[in-house]
């Protein structure tokens, strides 16, 4: 992947040091006059240096990922993420009464998002559902890796949940079945480019943070909690979306292999999300009481931000616009 285009004085100053071998510098500042959630330039910055720790870019040296002054101006980042975040999603309280699967499965009951995949299923055209496959391949290409993280801080059952999960993501060991790869053939199937990052220049700063959240929960211990708080949310919201996925691609003239991710997806979470709510965030919060807090916290990051994303989306369609930045990636895929 080729680093993207700078979106501001922040990527602009980071791409220019990344290009060059690696060697201490003073974090550049950026006003911080945009909310963090919605600003491009902070969004972009920070996916840039999370990336490092995935498949990196073909332009920057592999050394660039512990450079000590890379690291701290990514904790600058990760501060101001982390605020933006603490003030767009209240952390939910937790009963002692309840167990955290059921407080688990009242948030996901009370989070009340525009239904984008009831329009993707009954009304999008063809255009509007590849912008929405462009939107998701930032993470679906990568899909799991950032709770991967997870497995080697967890002991017992709660690491067993993941591995069972994750070892369903990755295919079961066969690179045909593995998530990741079915999204491929979506995204070839609609005319796109399946090509790791192909979209990064084209997606928002909402789309970036679902990313970076991941990572950031991931990347750090102290956000254990947090990162399988997410990932249940993520696996107890997953199934019944993905049937209208699939509903609405076949609508549009999706042929099987097209449609397999999605229908793959309503299988195997619906047995995910008990597995992430019972057995590993469950079995997470009885070996760590104290913690039950941060599964819930978690959890509702991944509704707000999954919120706010169907909020962006829709609108620009209801405008008749596109809900991807303006660049002529998506007419130079077809």
Same mark, same amino acid.
């Given at each position: 992947?080729?680093?993207?285009?700078?979106?501001?004085? @922040?990527?602009? =100053?980071?791409?220019?040091?990344?290009?060059? *071998?690696?060697?201490?510098?003073? /974090?550049?500042? #950026?006003?911080? $006059?945009?909310?963090?959630?919605?600003?491009?330039?902070?969004?972009?910055?920070?996916?840039?240096?999370?990336?490092?720790?995935?498949?990196?870019?073909?332009?920057?040296?592999?050394?660039?990922?512990?450079?000590?002054?890379?690291?701290?101006?990514?904790?600058?980042?990760?501060?101001?993420?982390?605020?933006?975040?603490?003030?767009?999603?209240?952390?939910?309280?937790?009963?002692?009464?309840?167990?955290?699967?059921?407080?688990?499965?009242?948030?996901?009951?009370?989070?009340?998002?525009?239904?984008?995949?009831?329009?993707?299923?009954?009304?999008?055209?063809?255009?509007?559902?590849?912008?929405?496959?462009?939107?998701?391949?930032?993470?679906? @290409?990568?899909? =799991?890796?950032?709770?991967?993280?997870?497995? *080697?801080?967890?002991?017992?059952? /709660?690491?067993? #949940?993941?591995? $069972?999960?994750?070892?369903?993501?990755?295919?079961?060991?066969?690179?045909?079945?593995?998530?990741?790869?079915?999204?491929?053939?979506?995204?070839?199937?609609?005319?796109?480019?399946?090509?790791?990052?192909?979209?990064?220049?084209?997606?928002?700063?909402?789309?970036?943070?679902?990313?970076?959240?991941?990572?950031?929960?991931?990347?750090?211990?102290?956000?254990?909690?947090?990162?399988?708080?997410?990932?249940?949310?993520?696996?107890?919201?997953?199934?019944?979306?993905?049937?209208?996925?699939?509903?609405?691609?076949?609508?549009?003239?999706?042929?099987?292999?097209?449609?397999?991710?999605?229908?793959?997806?309503?299988?195997?979470?619906?047995?995910?999300?008990?597995?992430?709510?019972?057995?590993?965030?469950?079995?997470?919060?009885?070996?760590? /009481?104290?913690? #039950?807090?941060?599964?819930?916290?978690?959890?509702?990051?991944?509704?707000?931000?999954?919120?706010?994303?169907?909020?962006?989306?829709?609108?620009?369609?209801?405008?008749?616009?596109?809900?991807?930045?303006?660049?002529?990636?998506?007419?130079?895929?077809?």
């Amino acid at each position: 992947m080729q680093l993207p285009t700078p979106r501001g004085p @922040l990527t602009a =100053a980071l791409f220019e040091r990344l290009r060059r *071998p690696p060697h201490p510098f003073d /974090p550049p500042s #950026a006003p911080a $006059e945009t909310p963090a959630i919605a600003d491009e330039d902070l969004q972009l910055a920070l996916f840039t240096c999370y990336e490092l720790h995935y498949r990196g870019f073909e332009e920057v040296d592999e050394e660039w990922e512990w450079e000590p002054s890379l690291l701290a101006m990514r904790k600058v980042l990760e501060r101001r993420l982390e605020n933006g975040l603490a003030r767009a999603v209240p952390r939910p309280p937790y009963p002692p009464d309840l167990s955290v699967r059921r407080a688990l499965a009242e948030l996901v009951t009370a989070d009340d998002g525009p239904s984008l995949s009831a329009f993707l299923a009954r009304r999008a055209d063809l255009e509007q559902f590849r912008e929405f496959v462009a939107h998701r391949s930032i993470y679906h @290409l990568k899909e =799991a890796d950032p709770h991967t993280w997870a497995i *080697p801080r967890l002991d017992g059952r /709660p690491k067993a #949940a993941l591995v $069972e999960i994750q070892a369903d993501e990755y295919g079961g060991g066969r690179v045909e079945k593995m998530h990741s790869e079915l999204f491929r053939a979506t995204m070839r199937g609609l005319g796109l480019d399946d090509s790791y990052g192909a979209y990064l220049d084209r997606v928002p700063a909402i789309t970036l943070a679902i990313s970076n959240t991941m990572s950031f929960f991931g990347l750090h211990r102290r956000h254990l909690g947090a990162l399988l708080g997410h990932l249940a949310a993520f696996e107890m919201t997953s199934s019944a979306p993905n049937r209208r996925y699939s509903t609405g691609l076949r609508r549009l003239g999706g042929d099987e292999a097209a449609r397999r991710f999605y229908d793959e997806h309503v299988q195997a979470d619906a047995v995910h999300e008990q597995i992430a709510a019972h057995d590993m965030c469950g079995g997470f919060v009885r070996e760590h /009481p104290s913690r #039950a807090g941060d599964v819930l916290y978690g959890a509702a990051c991944a509704l707000t931000l999954d919120r706010l994303f169907a909020e962006h989306v829709m609108d620009h369609w209801r405008c008749g616009a596109s809900s991807l930045r303006e660049t002529n990636v998506m007419a130079e895929s077809r």
